[in-house]
């Protein structure tokens, strides 16, 4: 007989209608695996914030259910909220008061006694290289300190499951890269990790999985190598050693002309980038530097974005006559 | 009306030291999540968790109030100070005897009665009007904090400074007049129940808030005519009527005419009367407020 562990996380049928009648998420089903560094992408106004929202009971779900570790929040709300810790979008601390207080209150929220709840956000505060900064107003933090000291203050009852929305938005990419240091000896630790962001470097660099959300709808949930991999093309920025007037012809390639005088090149998966050479040469093209046009994900993300929003206009809406 | 906390007291703790000097996030340390034991690991019953959550509120709300003194603790007792001033030697004596008693006498216990409530209603309605527009009431949200431990930990930070400003008032007034304190345990219940509602009123204000201005209406055009036309300057039985008639909906005169019993040995209202309105409003606005943190109203989307 085989004992299977609940996943992290399991969300079904979530749906969220707002008050003004707008129909956020239309039924998502979703599960997050014990160790997962899971990654939920979507574009502005996909829902990804809603349902961050409505697993951490910040927002109302108007249907569907949710399992924390296999604990249904219907039943054990408080059960569920102890293996969850939450690092929201906005800025949410009170500026008013010492990061030291901030991270132990938010022990003392979850139960733990005041001592040692002080000794928990000593060491979280460490650990986030804010100890220095405990006894300051937490106004007077730079914004990657605010960040930090909200990842810290998420982390002090030690939660099974951390959630994190767009944890980097708005911060310097010293302060980004260093934040995913963190996140990733954090997910090493066994914290699951959920993560939402609008940069797709970071969904590439980080997660193992990943999710994408477009209009209340999860269009694509695949481990991350299976997704790069479903890429058809790739397209590359190639500077030639003199600017050219016109796209050269390269056997084999699709090549456009770029207004600066450099051309781009879109290469089949599965070709090999010698073949290009080759072709180059052939064409007596010297080529001085050579990028990817974008981000790889990115390019799969706004082709799958773009799919899903032709598919939602092609579908007849019930109120439609078809013929 | 107290100000969102503009300025705050100094640091409390010097740097220590013997820490490393570092502002990065530090990732050399040795897997810090072993010494972060998940809460659900440890053997604690729920009902002690909720009473830490509760204590740690409590504590938090005392904190603000004694930190911010200078806009919490301070200004009532100027403003009550020169209540005495004005209806002791410059208008009291003029005015003279009210049943018995001097005028400052006479009033005297409403005016610290109208300490107490407005106070404990100011507090509770700023400190979580202002976790609400920073989020930072989010912290509790996500926790597994009980609604009743939220609204109990905020009541008690209303209530301790209602009363403190009320016993800081009330050794004032005895610098003006002699008050004889005739039931003094009746005295201190009529106070911590007074402000017990209001701090459940508080509540309640915050929780319906959409802005500041929302957060002065209630106190502007509701609390202070209703507290000054509640029989803190004046007997009801000197009221012609409908107007006598008319006051007694008003609540705020039970709790000043107990308050005043319970200093004076004097009240214009039947105590059973204050009593059960009291206890009417402490229930019915409890119920209210849970019902609300419960539903999210005000804090949900």
Redesign the interface.
Known sequence: MSITTPPALRLRGLEKTYANGVQALKGIDLEVHHGEFFGLLGPNGAGKSTTIGIITSLINRSGGSIEVFGIDTNEDLEGAKRLVGVVPQEININQFEQPLHIVAQQAGYYGIPWREARERAGECLRWMGLWDKRATMSRTLSGGMKRRLMIARALVHGPRLLILDEPTAGVDIEVRRATWSLLEEINDAGTTIILTTHYLEEAEALCKQIAIIDDGRIVKNTDTRTLLSQLVTETFVLDPMQALAHAPALPGFATRLREDGSFEVDIARGVGLNKLFHALDHANIQVSSMRNKANRLEELFLGLVEESKERAASTPRPNEVTS | MTKL?AT?GQ??????PT?????????T?P???????????QQ?S?L???W??F???V??EI?RVVRIWPQTLLPPVITTCLYFIIFGPILGDRIGLMHGYTYLQYVTPGLIMMAVLTNSYQNVVSSFFG?KF???I?????????SESILLGYAVGGVFRGLVIGAVVGVVALLFADLPIVHPVLTIAVAVLTSVAFAFGGFINAMVARNFDDITIVPTFVLTPLTMLGGVFYSVDLLAEPWRTISYANPILYMVNAFRYGILGRSDMPLAVAFGVLSLFIIGFYLVAVWMLRR?IGI??
């Open positions: 906390e705050e640091n409390e703790m010097a740097p220590d820490q490393p000097d570092s502002t990065k996030p530090n990732a340390r897997d810090p999540m072993q010494t972060l034991r998940s809460v659900s690991d604690r729920r002690s968790e909720g830490v959550a204590a740690t509120t504590r938090r904190h976790a920073q989020h930072h989010e912290e509790m949200l996500v926790s597994p904090m009980s999210g949900r989307s």
